[in-house]
């Protein structure tokens, strides 16, 4: 047997590599439609709620899909 990651228990399961400000970002757009199309948010609305400016939600948000990403197609 070969034990390839092991994750943290997390209450939504694992986020592979995520910190916890990227996962919190990440929850905000999605549950505030930033991902829908059309967009239903922007990223300055998300930086208000989340107390951060916008350029921190765009560096967040970028660095988290990037991880998401990198743990999908790890084993390609």
Known sequence: MEVRRIYAEEPHGPTPGLTTEQREA??????NG???????????????KLGISGQ??????RRGYTRLVDATFDDE
């Open 56 to 61: 921190a939600v765009s560096e967040r948000l």
């Open 26 to 31: 990440l929850a905000v757009a999605y549950r």
């Open 34 to 48: 930033y991902f829908a199309v059309p967009r239903e948010t922007t990223t300055a609305a998300l930086a208000e």
